[in-house]
């Protein structure tokens, strides 16, 4: 299965992208900690399990899907692909 | 979304649990013609785009790779997508020329919408999508309600556009 890939490019230079293994955002420990601690969501144990099920099936139906994409004025680019 | 006319195809007809075979017969074309289109080696006669359209209850638009769904539609029950290949997109343009793009699976929005955490914040100008009735959204989308679902402007300029595909 392909990974999540965060590309990050600032104009006039060449973006690098961060390659995050599927194994590591699908996993229930980590997105209680994200969630839970550093975007304070406050998700039941059952809602983590929910959501690395689903992220797992989303995988698989929305290859490479663009999850995030955000330009800023300045030519700032930050993309998150699922 | 997927960029190229062939991975478009492919996810409509996977969509409609469709063979390529099954496809190419309902055209009258051959299979490896199908098959040519899902790879991006050839593309189909431009007189076979709106029957393929209706065929895949799209329109002609996506399948040319307009992203967004300018209307809104209401889709028949025996029409609607499957729930769990649907996404809930959120475009923000600010008045200072910032862009952002969020395409979360509706599966997963259901899930942070029902959690109520759905409060959204964009940059330093703290765009909030707080005030925003997403249960009401999701009810809509539930009726077979697909396209824009809103759209507003803020009082600084900021424009926000939800759709759901």
Request: charged residues 30%.
């Amino acid at each position: 299965m392909i990974d999540m890939k965060i590309i990050i490019r600032k104009r006039g230079h060449i973006g690098f992208p961060i390659i995050i293994p599927h194994w590591l955002f699908t996993n229930k420990s980590l997105i209680r900690k994200f969630c839970n601690n550093q975007l304070e969501m406050n998700l039941t144990e059952e809602e983590i399990k929910k959501i690395a099920k689903d992220l797992k099936k989303c995988k698989k139906v929305f290859n490479k899907l663009e999850l995030i994409s955000v330009e800023s004025a300045d030519g700032e680019i930050v993309k998150i692909y699922l | 979304m997927n960029n190229s006319f062939g991975k478009r195809f492919t996810e409509l007809r996977k969509n409609k649990k469709m063979t390529q075979e099954e496809v190419a017969e309902k055209l009258g074309v051959s299979p490896q013609a199908v098959s040519k289109w899902e790879n991006d080696i050839s593309y189909p006669d431009v007189t076979l785009l709106l029957e393929i359209a209706q065929m895949f209850d799209t329109t002609v638009d996506f399948l040319l790779g307009k992203e967004n769904v300018a209307e809104t539609l209401l889709i028949p029950e025996e029409k609607r997508k499957d729930p769990n290949l649907m996404l809930l997109k959120i475009r923000v343009s600010t008045q200072d020329g910032d862009k952002v793009k969020v395409n979360i699976p509706l599966a997963i929005a259901k899930i942070l919408i029902a959690s109520d955490n759905s409060n959204f914040t964009f940059g330093d100008k703290s765009i909030s999508l707080k005030d925003i009735d997403f249960e009401q959204l999701l009810s809509m989308i539930d009726q077979g309600v697909i396209g824009k679902l809103v759209e507003l402007e803020t009082a600084e300029g900021d424009i926000v556009e939800i759709y759901v595909e």
